[in-house]
């Protein structure tokens, strides 16, 4: 798996910096204090985090059984891709198994669409509150073509790292 660390340096100035330094070397300095410019000790506090992957079977679990009609909270990359790669696997079986009748293919493909159809749209909204967009942008693919590109950037997008409105970073481990 691959891992993102980051750390997260919170100096007592209030300010906070996040590095991303996959062989988490710590840096330890004296530094001028950005209001007076004096020498002082400053206190760090170092955390060690990364957000952990998502399994195949983890996030079709929590798709469509702890999160089916959820629009509210975050998803992450992982879970989101998942679960669309689970979605298309289920079409094209239930498009193979119903191969032989047009009519059976179309009505087994419009049933499986259908029961997908609330555990997408809530996977979609909490894949934008993961990178600090309102839930409402998922209107945006109503545009033809133009829509449906700003909507697979969003979705590629990594996560924010931090806590934003809509909740905690999402499989956080620390």
Same mark, same amino acid.
């Given at each position: 798996?691959?891992?993102?660390?980051?750390?997260?340096?919170?100096?007592?100035? +209030?300010?906070?910096?996040?590095?991303?330094? +996959?062989?988490?070397?710590v840096?330890?300095?004296?530094?001028?204090?950005? *209001?007076?410019?004096?020498?002082?000790i400053?206190?760090?506090k170092?955390i060690?985090?990364?957000?952990?992957?998502?399994?195949?079977?983890?996030? *079709?679990?929590?798709? $469509?059984?702890?999160?089916?009609?959820?629009? &509210?909270?975050?998803?992450?990359?992982?879970?989101?891709?998942?679960?669309?790669?689970?979605?298309?696997?289920?079409?094209?079986? *239930?498009?193979?198994?119903?191969?032989?009748?047009?009519?059976?293919?179309?009505?087994?493909?419009? $049933? *499986?669409?259908?029961?997908?159809?609330?555990?997408?749209?809530?996977?979609?909204?909490?894949?934008?509150?993961?990178i600090? +967009?309102?839930?409402?942008w998922?209107?945006?693919?109503?545009i033809?073509?133009?829509?449906?590109?700003?909507?697979?950037?969003?979705y590629? +997008?990594?996560?924010?790292?931090?806590?934003?409105?809509? &909740?905690p970073v999402?499989?956080?481990?620390?």
């Open positions: 798996m691959n891992f993102k660390f980051f750390l997260y340096c919170w100096v007592e100035w +209030k300010f906070f910096v996040k590095f991303a330094d +996959k062989s988490a070397r840096l330890k300095e004296n530094a001028r204090s950005p *209001v007076d410019g004096s020498r002082s400053i206190t760090l170092f060690f985090m990364y957000q952990r992957q998502v399994s195949f079977k983890e996030a *079709v679990v929590s798709a $469509l059984q702890l999160n089916y009609c959820n629009f &509210g909270g975050r998803a992450s990359r992982s879970e989101f891709w998942w679960f669309q790669l689970f979605t298309f696997i289920v079409s094209i079986a *239930v498009e193979i198994v119903f191969c032989w009748s047009n009519n059976a293919m179309t009505i087994a493909s419009g $049933l *499986v669409g259908l029961a997908f159809l609330l555990p997408s749209l809530g996977l979609c909204v909490r894949r934008l509150h993961d600090g +967009k309102s839930g409402w998922i209107f945006i693919s109503l033809p073509l133009i829509g449906a590109i700003i909507l697979l950037v969003w590629c +997008k990594d996560s924010q790292m931090e806590p934003n409105e809509y &909740g999402p499989n956080l481990v620390g």
